[in-house]
């Protein structure tokens, strides 16, 4: 049974009748709110034409869950009888979850740090260069592409060949040339964690040097012509001038990047399923729910996740606020 | 490049490139209200300069393009690399380092024929028609839902209306691992509140099976969604509606005829979001649109390829790039959209 366009008809045909189906309702839906009653005070009638769909939607698929997810996480492998703290005091002494941990920490660490720092040197060197927006599509393509298909581009990096073979990765080429055994990378621990971190920091380096890179072109260029007359050096202007006014800008990025990175489930799960101790949480969570079954500890991981993105939101909602507060 | 986003200032006269904001804050109100864009100034100081300053800042520029050079390679090697090896035959790829086929290229189109249409290979083509078959009604859904719910939410006058935001603002920060259990239980067991059966158990078999995907998809986009459309419906003038207004028109009618082609920019740069978004996802899909070749869509695929046949590089190197043609072909067209989305905080949780 190989591919034929037959088989693929099915899908095809459903995707036009539910898109279809899906805009004929709206129509209706936007006829109907006219033919309601009009002009009264309080418009509960088109508000809830508007409303009702996305909200029936959110309320059923994301407030509901996360109360019950919250439930089950104090509920035992099935979700039938309480259990207590049990899942939440496991995590925190089961060495395997322990070193579930760690990793999160690791990537948490290096990932949004290293990334926002590349991100904004490069857009520093290219500013005004005549080749910037080449440049910088180049960085910011990775952005594009899944972390599916970057984690096979670097998968093919760190491979490995026997030393007696010729070597097909080039990690392992580079550290032959310079006359090193060639490596089994992603099976060494703690090492293959932050060589998992390189492919996160490939990809978002491009974020944080577009983001930042625009925060860059807006400081006033009196500012920076007052800095020229002065005669200040590249590193002073950097210190004094650059930095301080892309700030906000970075701490935004920063937290954004990190927030992302918390929840890195894609890289893992591609690169090494989560072997060999470098699992993260949201790696972990998916294996315990789906895998073993094991609803309350998937639970548990998802609840302590979602605890440790709340400050870094409120934090992010605070920095913004003062940008927007500035711009006044 | 005509589509980059960062052409040069002179280039962003039509209104159509990124116009420099400050902050992903300003991005966003930046682009409802037309602000001429800052242009970079003749400088007056120039001249002024010694000639050893200007020698100096010749060579700083000259290290600086040079490490900036360095950074790029660096940054498209890797995709470069798998890029080529995907045209190199099967047993080169598995021998030889993909660096040694410029001293004796041999190349071959193979690998894709095998990888797309061979039911051992991998057979993408299908997988293909799978992601495309989850992805364009998630992003239309997505965009057309969030739209309505923004209109309201903006315009539409009722008790309570500041509450229901704050409340759809809140949802942003929920990871989806908080929802996929008993959303898949919905799907698998229905809905029962109270003991009755409000909606029944899903079993949809084949191709009908899509539309768990959908609902998931579009549950998961709707946040973002609303919250960045309502940032820019809720800055259109509102002399229009008044005008509007007295004319007779309800709010079906204003939406569709006025709201709707005003928002064009801010619908595209959010399809664009949502389409790459569910186009590259893998949590979801495995979740909600199982494993096999009836409805998995390529990264399901893919991640499986590289963990059960990791060794079979002719497959992995063709199969990735099978995956990126779609994302990076909207991405290079409609770059612009897609930085401005950025600059105005879409980026999903």
Redesign the interface.
């Known amino acids: ?3 034929s366009l037959v ?2 008809l ?6 036009v009748i ?2 279809a189906g ?2 004929a309702v ?1 129509g209706a ?6 033919a309601g009653p ?1 002009k009264t ?4 009638w ?2 809830t034409l ?2 009702a ?3 029936i ?2 309320i ?7 109360i ?2 919250t439930l ?1 996480s104090f509920m035992d492998s099935k979700g039938a009888a309480w259990v207590g703290l049990d899942n939440y005091i496991a995590m925190f002494t089961q060495p395997e979850i322990l070193v579930v941990l760690r990793n999160t920490f690791l990537w948490v660490l290096f990932g949004p740090v290293l990334a926002t720092a ?1 991100g904004l ?2 857009a520093l ?2 500013d ?2 005549r080749f ?18 970057a ?7 760190y ?1 490995y060949r026997p030393a007696e ?6 990690l392992n ?1 580079i550290i032959v040339w310079f006359g090193g055994e060639p490596r089994l990378w992603l099976l060494d621990a703690p090492i293959n964690t932050l060589l998992l971190i390189v492919v996160l920091i ?1 990809v978002q ?1 491009g ?1 944080a040097m ?2 930042l ?3 860059i ?3 006033p ?1 009196e500012i920076i ?1 007052a800095a ?2 002065d ?1 200040t050096g ?1 590193w002073t202007h950097f210190w004094n001038i650059t930095l301080p006014s892309v700030w ?2 970075l701490m ?1 990025v920063l937290i ?1 990047i990190s ?2 990175t ?2 890195v ?2 890289i893992v ?3 090494t ?1 989560g072997q060999y101790e470098t699992s993260v949480i ?1 790696n972990e ?2 294996a315990q ?2 895998r073993y079954d094991n ?1 309350g500890m ?2 548990a ?3 302590f ?2 605890i440790l ?2 400050p870094l ?1 409120i934090l992010q909602m605070r920095t ?1 606020r003062r ?2 507060e500035e ?1 006044r | 490049m005509s589509t980059s986003p960062q052409s040069p200032p002179a280039e962003e006269e039509g209104g159509g490139g990124v116009r420099k904001p400050s902050s992903p804050r300003a991005a966003r109100d930046d682009y409802a209200t037309h602000v001429p864009p800052l242009r970079a100034k003749e400088n007056p100081a120039h001249s002024r300069e010694s000639a050893a300053a200007r020698v100096r800042k010749r060579l700083t520029s000259t290290t600086a393009s040079a490490i900036a050079i360095i950074i790029a390679v660096l940054w498209t090697l890797p995709t470069a690399s798998l890029f080529l090896s995907s045209f190199r035959p099967e047993l080169e790829i598995k021998t030889t380092g993909w660096w040694t086929m410029f001293s004796d290229p041999q190349l071959t189109l193979n690998n894709y024929r095998e990888v797309l249409f061979s039911p051992g290979q991998g057979q993408l083509a299908s997988y293909f028609v799978n992601s495309f078959v989850i992805t364009v009604p998630s992003t239309v859904f997505v965009v057309v839902l969030a739209a309505l719910a923004a209109y309201a939410l903006a315009w539409v006058n009722f008790p309570g209306r500041d509450w229901v935001f704050l409340g759809v603002f809140a949802l942003q920060i929920v990871p989806l691992q908080m929802a996929l259990v008993p959303l898949l239980r919905f799907f698998s067991q229905g809905v029962t509140i109270g003991g009755y059966q409000i909606l029944p158990a899903w079993d949809l078999p084949g191709a009908f099976a899509f539309t768990n995907v959908w609902v998931a998809h579009t549950i998961f986009g709707l946040p973002l969604g609303i919250f960045l459309l309502h940032n820019f419906i809720s800055q259109l003038p509102t002399t229009l509606f008044e005008a509007a207004r007295v004319d007779g028109a309800g709010h079906g009618v204003l939406f569709r005829k006025v709201v709707l082609p005003l928002t064009v920019p801010a619908l595209v740069s959010l399809a664009i979001f949502q389409f790459l978004w569910v186009w590259n996802d893998l949590l979801v899909a495995l979740i909600f649109a199982g494993g096999d070749v009836s409805t998995a869509p390529l990264t399901v695929r893919l991640a499986e390829l590289a963990g059960t046949r990791g060794n079979e590089w002719q497959r992995l190197t063709a199969g990735a790039f099978v995956s990126m043609v779609i994302p990076l072909l909207v991405f290079f067209t409609l770059q612009r959209y897609f930085v401005r989305g950025l600059l105005a905080g879409s980026v999903k949780g």
Do not use: C
Request: proline share 4%; hydrophobic share 60%; glycine share 6%.
């Open positions: 049974m190989g591919f088989d693929e099915p899908k095809l045909l459903w995707l539910g898109v899906f805009l709206i839906l936007l006829l109907l709110v006219d009009r005070r309080t418009e509960w088109q508000a508007f409303l769909p996305a909200l939607l959110l059923l698929g994301l407030v509901y869950p996360v019950r997810t089950l590349i040197f490069y060197l290219v005004r260069k910037e927006s080449v440049a910088k599509s180049l960085i910011f393509m990775p952005m594009a592409i899944s972390f599916v298909g984690s096979i581009i670097w998968k093919f990096i491979a073979a010729e070597q097909i990765g080039l080429q490939w380096a974020f577009v983001v890179s625009a925060a072109k807006a400081i260029d012509e020229r007359i005669g590249v906000p800008t935004v954004t927030v992302q918390l929840k489930f894609d799960r591609t690169m399923g949201a969570m998916y729910a789906f609803l998937g639970s991981l998802a609840v996740l979602f993105v709340i939101i913004n940008l927007r711009q």
